[in-house]
């Protein structure tokens, strides 16, 4: 196999290449580090590259190769989001004054991720305190698009999108507070899961959205995200959200026969509007191929109003981390502003609002096994498109091309976004799929249905064939 091949193969395959000693995992990391070090100059995918310890990791491993039993991912690199504090490594959380500030311990994601035999690469791009649906912290070059370097690659796991999606390695944690895991897998033409509320322990330190927050992966391949749910699902002792664990695994879930689906197609979000053509075609290319597959589409429209003043209350509390003012980016600081006029009371309603928002639509959705959408409203914006609009337009903008993923974090249930085509300038275009409360495996194993029939994991960027 080729470099560049090796490079794309799925994160399952290379630990089966490695389980058979067809490859090593030294040669592995090497080549990814190879690729890293010729490509990222372009991307701006990685904030922090762990060469040495992603080597001494390698070789550790490759000394192990003998052992009869091995977790599922030994010897497979991954990157981290630099939101995830791993123990010996910075973690800035797309903070210039943070970049160099080293993190003491894991968080529980990153150790059930070592356990299942990743080696990790280092840290990835993220928007500054995850605020964006772009990567373009201040003191950091902007994350670029592959597919197209003056696009961006999404946000706020925009890094984790560009590295796989520029074969710098096979599978990526991100995190999913508002659209961060689908939103760029959809700028970058892969698969973006974000899991249930409760389904991957957010320990030990929590986060600080009240429950909209969760950890997902980005991969080329449904199975692949699968597996990395597999590794990394479970209650901790204290967590505040927790899902029983399912009967069977999220893996075995992709080969899973499905009956006949009844999914609700929606192309219209209240009070956004209609979504962009070119979204709206990607989407009902879906639900004729779901057709013709044997489930059965409904349209209907989806009405978020409610949700959109206290979804964007809760979210500017989240700027106030302990950092004078000053030292954020302009959006960050008028929100940061916003929020210290925002008194204790108007939060606890915003949190009501939410969760009665959060009842009518499962309500809703119950009807559907699966609803489908496009992931953002619109194409994949520019690199800095929208950084001359005042802080208030920003937001308004900001709604506008998110509008299908936030309202899924408000009611915990799952999503994954999966490849749907291109836009005219290139740049991949994504559709989401979300079922019901705790209900993975359904929205598993149809993307690998529709997967089976139009498979891209071999369609990759031009700038990464070499």
């Not at 490509?39 to 701006?44: A, E, I, N, S, Y």
């Not at 894991?106 to 991720?113: A, I, N, S």
């Not at 984790?160 to 659209?179: N, P």
């Not at 408000?410 to 300038?425: E, L, R, Y």
Request: proline share 8%; hydrophobic share 40%.
């Amino acid at each position: 196999m080729n470099p560049v091949d090796l490079a794309f193969t799925s994160a399952l395959e290379q630990a089966r290449l490695i389980r058979t000693k067809e490859i090593s995992p030294v040669e592995l990391t090497q080549l990814y580090l190879d690729r890293i070090a010729q490509l990222d100059p372009q991307l701006g995918s990685f904030y922090t590259v762990t060469a040495e310890g992603a080597i001494a990791d390698a070789r550790s491993k490759a000394e192990r190769l003998s052992e009869s039993e091995l977790p599922p991912f030994f010897g497979v690199p991954i990157g981290i989001k630099d939101l995830n504090p791993v123990e010996g490594v910075p973690c800035s959380y797309g903070l210039k004054v943070a970049r160099n500030q080293i993190a003491m311990q894991d968080d529980l994601v990153v150790t059930r991720l070592k356990q299942a035999g990743f080696i990790i690469l280092g840290k990835t791009a993220t928007s500054q305190l995850a605020s964006f649906p772009y990567t373009e912290a201040p003191g950091f070059p902007p994350a670029r698009n592959p597919w197209n370097l003056e696009y961006t690659p999404g946000g706020s796991s925009g890094g984790s999108s560009a590295a796989v999606a520029a074969g710098l390695c096979a599978i990526a944690q991100g995190s999913d507070g508002g659209g961060s895991v689908r939103g760029p897998a959809a700028c970058c033409g892969l698969v973006g899961l974000k899991p249930s509320r409760g389904r991957i322990s957010m320990a030990p330190i929590g986060e600080a959205l009240g429950g909209f927050a969760v950890n997902g992966a980005l991969a080329h391949t449904v199975a692949d995200v699968a597996a990395f749910l597999d590794v990394t699902a479970g209650y901790v002792t204290g967590d505040p959200y927790w899902l029983p664990d399912p009967e069977t695994s999220f893996l075995e879930a992709t080969q899973r026969q499905l009956e006949p689906l009844r999914i609700g197609l929606v192309t219209e979000i209240e009070p956004i509007g209609k979504a962009d053509s070119t979204c709206v075609q990607a989407v009902e290319k879906i639900a004729h191929l779901l057709e013709a597959m044997g489930h059965t589409i409904e349209p209907l429209t989806l009405d978020f109003s409610e949700m959109i003043e206290p979804f964007t209350l809760i979210w500017r509390t989240q700027t106030d981390v302990g950092v004078p003012p000053f030292l954020l980016e302009k959006v960050n600081r008028w929100l940061w502003w916003r929020a210290k006029f925002t008194s204790a009371g108007r939060y606890a309603k915003s949190r009501q609002q939410l969760q009665i928002f959060a009842r009518k639509v499962v309500e809703l959705c119950d009807r559907f096994d699966v609803l489908l959408t496009p992931t953002y409203m619109y194409p994949t914006i520019r690199v800095g498109e929208w950084a001359k609009l005042s802080p208030a337009s920003t937001i308004d903008q900001i709604i506008r091309w998110i509008a299908p993923c936030p309202a899924f974090n408000v009611t915990g249930q799952p999503g994954i976004s999966i490849p749907a085509g291109f836009d005219a300038n290139g740049v991949p275009i994504g559709v989401q799929l979300v079922g019901r409360p705790a209900d993975e495996a359904t929205i598993l194993a149809l993307a690998a249905q529709i997967e089976q029939v139009q498979p891209w994991i071999g369609i990759r960027p031009a700038m990464a064939q070499t």
